[in-house]
T-cell receptor, first 113, second 116 residues
Framework: DTAVSQTPKYLVTQMGNDKSIKCEQNLGHDTMYWYKQDSKKFLKIMFSYNNKELIINETVPNRFSPKSPDKAHLNLHINSLELGDSAVYFC????????????FGPGTRLLVL | AQSVTQLDSQVPVFEEAPVELRCNYSSSVSVYLFWYVQYPNQGLQLLLKYLSGSTLVESINGFEAEFNKSQTSFHLRKPSVHISDTAEYFCAVSDKNNNAGNMLTFGGGTRLMVKP
């Protein structure tokens, strides 16, 4: 059973399009995250949701909009895609207590042409 | 705010040799420390973590890391590496006081390349 799953695994699209990436966790965790990994492998937090509420919103263009329909899902919608959005996007989840060890999904490789 | 520095972007090593991947951090608050591993074209997997107590922590596949508070370091070591250890290794910290929703701050990663 996959703990944190993301769809799609690969996404190739044209500049200017709108796309969504879905994330689901079956761990019963309270908190979910989106991270971006750039071409140099650098990982940076984008958003964090706790019980469907936004708690972290790093400096991310407002073309990126997370949506959490329930505690087990955190989707990422991107409007007007740009070349610089090409990256690997990772979803993660954790309990919001103790160390809050994060468990990561397999990643979505986005390529904007 | 926290920052994490991994001093080596790549570490080539021969199979069965020992290896050390260095990690230093900077933080104004107490932190938890983590090492994650990313195999080619895969997601991140937790390798080991330091929360409290003994400063030496071990993983099930032979890696260990030691928390050194005075040097603000959390170096990762393995006495004898295998080809299968070839991967990208990320050091990360999170705020112990949970003031940032357990947000992880990552280092730039170290690519471990094990050669036969």
């Amino acid at each position: 059973d996959t703990a944190v799953s993301q769809t799609p695994k690969y996404l190739v699209t044209q500049m200017g399009n709108d796309k969504s990436i879905k994330c689901e966790q079956n761990l019963g965790h309270d908190t979910m995250y989106w991270y971006k990994q750039d071409s140099k492998k650098f990982l940076k937090i984008m958003f964090s949701y706790n019980n469907k509420e936004l708690i972290i919103n790093e400096t991310v263009p407002n073309r990126f909009s997370p949506k959490s329909p329930d505690k087990a899902h955190l989707n990422l919608h991107i409007n007007s895609l740009e070349l610089g959005d090409s990256a690997v996007y990772f979803c993660a989840s954790s309990q919001n207590r103790g160390s809050g060890t994060q468990y990561f999904g397999p990643g979505t490789r986005l390529l904007v042409l | 705010a926290q920052s994490v520095t991994q001093l080596d972007s790549q570490v080539p090593v021969f199979e069965e040799a020992p290896v050390e991947l260095r990690c230093n951090y900077s933080s104004s608050v107490s932190v938890y420390l983590f090492w994650y591993v990313q195999y080619p074209n895969q997601g991140l997997q937790l390798l080991l973590k330091y929360l409290s107590g003994s400063t030496l922590v071990e993983s099930i596949n032979g890696f260990e890391a030691e928390f050194n508070k005075s040097q603000t370091s959390f170096h990762l070591r393995k006495p004898s590496v295998h080809i299968s250890d070839t991967a990208e290794y990320f050091c990360a910290v999170s705020d112990k006081n949970n003031n940032a929703g357990n947000m992880l701050t990552f280092g730039g990663g170290t690519r471990l390349m094990v050669k036969p």
